[in-house]
Every structure is written in C-alpha cells, then in structure tokens.
C-alpha cells in the first residue's frame, strides 16, 4: 500500500452487486411474514381478477407489476456489497452476506485456479465482519493447486489493528478453526492498516479514505475506476442533517453510485417512535441522506444498512421518501433501496 496516485487507467464495466444490506445483525423473515406476504398478494391477484377479468396477466406479469415490498424482501443478511471493476474485485464489507459471495465465487475459482479479492473494511463491529468465517473459499488448500489471495484493509484507531480483530472472532472456543491454520492452507494472505485520509491503488483501481462518525470510528470508501466512482459510507451519524459533515460530502462528491447508511426513520433517530432516541448510535436517516445527496451531487443512491427492525414495506417507503425530499431540494439523484441480489451497472 502507498499513499500516493496513479493515473487511473483501465476499461471495463463497473458493477456492484448487494450480497447483504442489513445492519446491526442478520434479520431474516420470519414465517408469519411470509405467510401475510402471500395472502397480501393472493388478495391484489383477486382483485384483479374481480376488476379486469377479460385481460388477466400471467403470475410472473402480475407480480412484476406490484412494488417490491410486496413480490420480494430487501434481505436479512449483514453488510456486503462486491464491486467489480473491468474483473477487478473488491469486497465491501464481510457481514453475513459475504458467504452468499464466497459460494458464488467457487466456479471461477476452481476454473482459473485461484481467486484474488481485497476485502475494504469500514470497520470491524460484528455485522461487518461476521461473515468471513462461513466464507467457503477461506477453506480451500493451496495444496489442491488453488492460489487464492486475499487481502485485508481496516482502521488503525480500534484498540487492535485489523488483524487481530479478524483473528479473534475465529479463536477457539469461538470458531472451531483458527486464523493460524486458515493461514497455512492460503496461498497469500495479508492485511493492511488505515489512516484517514489515504489514497492507494489496488490495481488499476484508485480507493481514497475518509473517517466517519461512529462509535470505534468507521472509514468510508471511494473506489475509482475508468471514470467511474462507487462511494461506501456506511455506519455513518450525521452531525446536523442540513449541513452534511465535508468529509462525507468530499467522499460523495460528483459520484456515480454513493451506498450510504439509512438505518432510520427521523422519528426514530429522535426517539419520537421505538423508545429511545438513537443519538450517538451512529446512524443515519433520509432527511440528511437527501440533503448529501443534492449537496454532493451524486447520481444514484443506494440506501443501505437497513434497521433490523425495518419491515420490507417499511423500507420501500424510505426509498419514497428519499426521493420526494431529493426532489424538494433541486436534486436529480436516482434513489434505490438496495436489496439482497441487487446489481446496478455503472
Ligand atoms: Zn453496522
Ligand atoms: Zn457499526
């Protein structure tokens, strides 16, 4: 790692696909859930039928024409997101939606004999983190003739450096298999501290950094590549929702995707609903999302780290909401609830 630039070059498309967009711990739907899903879209389906029974749609139209919350779930997997630039990967975060990632990657693999990705941390609490010891390819022997290369980036500022964090979540009686022997079967394997305000290459890939606010501290990330840029700013408290920290706004600034932290309604941030207020908690909200959004001037943003609590149909009407507010201030940002298997090509 260095800190200082190189031209970013390269070609290629860049895309980033959502392998988990929960924060704080994993979610999933539970049965009565679904059940109420199904009988939510059982009855549309009869209303149809009722209103429009000369032109009924097959079930794949019908249900495409429903909102999201409805016909599917934004997830119940911790924070993941891959970006691949022109072949190039990096791993956002490796919450419980990065062993989603690790199976899908077997193929390619086992195919060309090793697999290399860096992993960028925003910060090690659980949710972030929690994933890599069910990632699958963390298991496959060098001996087998596989070369896979994994690199870790993270935060200097945790009490212990990024490698130690990893390790321990994996020390006996913890996890039955340990850092030391996960790093014996891997051909290479190497982690690397952060400072505020680094600029590195991996690649042909520009990442810069910048520290946010949260407890323990949190980096954001801007990945550029082929005058694309994918800004991550994730567990990240707004200061004053109508004046958005400069650090974020520098981060965010003129970018094509910006996936940020909306973790809460105001109301909830405030305390108004759900009990207490989540001051200090270091999350974010839409009427400081949107206010960013204009401000930085950013295309498209993905909402992301969703409230555990946050029903599917909770969700979509943040994204509602998001958008309205864009609106209001001037802005032209495209705004999407990222959900579990969402790809967006820049
Ligand atoms: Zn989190
Ligand atoms: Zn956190």
Redesign the pocket.
């Known amino acids: 790692m260095t800190s200082s630039q190189k031209t970013v070059k390269g070609g290629g498309k860049v895309k980033a696909k959502f392998w988990g967009t929960r924060?704080?711990v994993a979610s999933p739907l539970v049965a009565k859930q679904v059940q109420d899903k199904l009988l939510d879209v059982m009855s549309d389906y009869d209303l149809m039928m009722r209103t429009t029974p000369s032109q009924p749609l097959n079930y794949t139209d019908f249900l495409n024409r429903l909102p999201f919350w409805k016909r599917g779930t934004y997830g119940g997997n911790t924070?993941c997101v891959e970006v691949d630039c022109g072949g190039r990967r990096i791993v956002l975060d490796m919450g419980t939606g990065v062993r989603l990632l690790g199976n899908s990657l077997f193929p390619e693999m086992l195919k060309n004999k090793g697999i290399e990705l860096t992993f960028l941390l925003s910060h090690v609490?659980w949710?972030?983190i929690q994933g890599l010891p069910f990632f699958g390819p963390l298991y496959v022997n060098k001996g087998t003739g596989v070369r896979n290369s994994w690199s870790f980036y993270g935060g200097t500022d945790w009490m212990r450096q990024i490698e130690p964090c990893l390790r321990g979540q994996m020390d006996p009686p913890n996890f039955p298999v340990s850092w030391e022997e996960i790093k014996k079967i891997t051909h290479e394997m190497r982690s690397a501290d952060l400072v505020d305000m680094l600029s590195f290459n991996v690649g042909d890939v520009l990442v810069k950094t910048r520290k946010l606010n949260h407890p323990q501290e949190t980096y954001g990330w801007r990945i550029e590549y082929d005058h694309k840029v994918v800004v991550y700013t994730?567990?990240n408290e707004p200061y004053d929702p109508l004046c958005p920290d400069p650090k974020l706004l520098e981060l965010a600034r003129e970018s094509d995707l910006w996936i940020t932290d909306c973790q809460y309604t105001k109301d909830v941030y405030e305390g108004k609903v759900g009990g207490v207020p989540r001051h200090g908690w270091g999350h974010s909200y839409p009427e400081a999302v949107a206010q960013t959004a204009v401000q930085a001037n950013v295309r498209k943003v993905a909402l992301f780290?969703h409230d555990p609590g946050s029903s599917d149909e909770a969700i979509y009407n943040m994204e509602e909401f998001v958008r309205k507010l864009i609106l209001e201030k001037g802005g032209k940002s495209e705004v999407v609830a990222a959900h579990e298997g969402l790809e967006i090509v820049l």
Request: charged residues 20%; aromatic residues 0%; hydrophobic residues 0%.
């Open positions: 924060g704080s924070s609490h949710d972030h994730t567990d780290h």
